[in-house]
């Protein structure tokens, strides 16, 4: 994976271009056009020119992914990338991408999703339900009923047997969450919870309710990686990717050795051993929250707190994952209030590097104990039912 800027001889990689398209309720627009839209915006903040462009990645879209969105906007890539393994999808592609530019095989990179999930849901191109359908391994799950979402309220249910961990400390995300949502424009929810709301809501799938799960939305991302030469003629700063690291944990439960424990432990230890950094000098994380249970196990998979302590470090009323917090964490408001159009990896790295740049309206800009901008951020993306996991560490 990528080594720290300079080592070996390697060539640094920096992000230079991030966007977001429209996203939310976003009814009239077609998942090629929010690529599209996306793309356009994140070459536009680079400041670069689109022929600098000779990598593309992407996944969720197409019958050939990239092939066909590359197409789409009018880019013929020398390398390309995809690589889908979920919600991590992003961070494993930006570390491949990383070490690509690095090596000298690319230039520049481009990164896009997009996806109109809810729009599709409400015009009845598809239903309310995800299926990875019943072949290979998962031939012995499905004709239990064992869905996704019941396969990670098993998983919750085994960090509260084993380490005492409660409902409310749960719950705490959520609130969190929201409360960082309440300053950004861009999320669809932005009206305060308390942790009884979440707790008094409609059950899912035993312990979630419906505030634990992620909101469903329209929209996509886009991230523009480029090598050092290129960052003096860039809009901004440049946003260094420091450490990148991956790991597949399982498909099949019966194969996953310990539901306590997601492939973050491996793929941040990797990213913060190649990055020369630690978890305690990180000002803030970008993490993949699908289920509130997911922010907690991976807060301490990446070394935030021990084992087992991820209960009473996320309580709410130490107020830690806010954006004026001891560690904030999902400063967009996260897919439990933000946006989750689907796999949602790369909002995750388009809100690091805002963070960074500190371009951010001051009520949502992350600061340290001084009162200076951040330096050193993580992005930690998990696929499927903690199947696997990329994670990114950058840097200004």
């Known amino acids: ?7 070996h001889g390697r060539r640094k990689v920096a992000v230079v271009g991030v ?5 939310g309720r976003v009814d009239e627009a077609t998942p090629y056009a929010l690529h599209a ?54 961070e494993v592609m930006a570390g491949h991408a990383a070490d690509a530019i690095a090596a000298g095989h690319a230039e520049a990179v481009l990164l896009v999703y997009g996806s109109t999930a809810r729009a599709d849901i409400k015009a009845g191109r598809r239903t309310g339900d995800l299926s990875f359908g019943a072949r290979g391994p998962l031939q012995f799950e499905v004709p239990y009923g ?30 969190q969450a929201r409360a960082n949502a309440a300053g950004n424009p861009e999320a669809m929810f932005r009206d305060p919870v308390t942790v009884d709301d ?8 035993d312990p979630f309710t419906r505030l634990h799960c992620c909101i469903r939305s329209d929209g996509g991302a886009a991230v523009l990686l480029a090598a050092e030469e290129y960052v003096r003629d860039c809009r901004t700063a440049p946003v260094w990717v420091l450490g990148t690291g991956e790991h597949v944990s399982h498909t099949s439960m019966s194969e996953w050795a310990d539901f306590t424990v997601s492939p973050a432990a491996v793929s941040g230890r990797l990213a913060f051993e190649r990055a020369g950094v630690r978890p305690a000098e990180i000002d803030f994380a970008e993490i993949y929250d699908a289920f509130t249970y997911m922010t907690l196990v991976t807060l301490e998979d990446l070394g935030f707190c021990a084992k087992g ?13 806010l954006v004026g917090g001891e560690l904030p964490v999902n400063t967009d408001g996260g897919g439990l209030s933000a946006q989750h159009p689907g796999m949602r990896g790369l909002f995750l790295l388009v809100e690091a590097v805002r963070q960074l740049r500190g371009e951010l309206p001051e009520a949502r800009q992350v600061r340290r104990s001084d009162g200076t901008l951040p330096r050193l951020a993580v992005a930690s993306g998990t696929g499927g039912w903690f199947c696997s996991s990329g994670t990114v560490v950058l840097g200004r």
């Open 309 to 321: 302590e991820g209960g009473p470090f996320v309580d709410a009323a130490k107020g830690r994952l």
């Open 198 to 205: 979440v707790l008094s809501g409609p059950m899912i799938a």
């Open 1 to 7: 994976m990528t080594s720290a800027p300079g080592e």
């Open 37 to 90: 839209q996306a793309a356009r915006r994140a070459v536009a903040d680079s400041g670069l020119d689109r022929s600098v462009i000779d990598g593309f990645a992407s996944a969720g879209l197409g019958t050939l992914a990239p092939v066909e969105v590359a197409e789409y906007l009018g880019l013929r890539p020398t390398w390309v990338d995809s690589t889908s393994v979920g919600g991590s999808t992003w």
């Open 19 to 23: 966007s977001l398209s429209d996203c």
């Open 146 to 175: 064992h869905t996704l979402i019941a396969k990670y309220a098993m998983a919750a249910r085994r960090h509260m047997h084993t380490y005492g961990t409660t409902l409310e400390q749960l719950a705490s995300v959520a609130v």
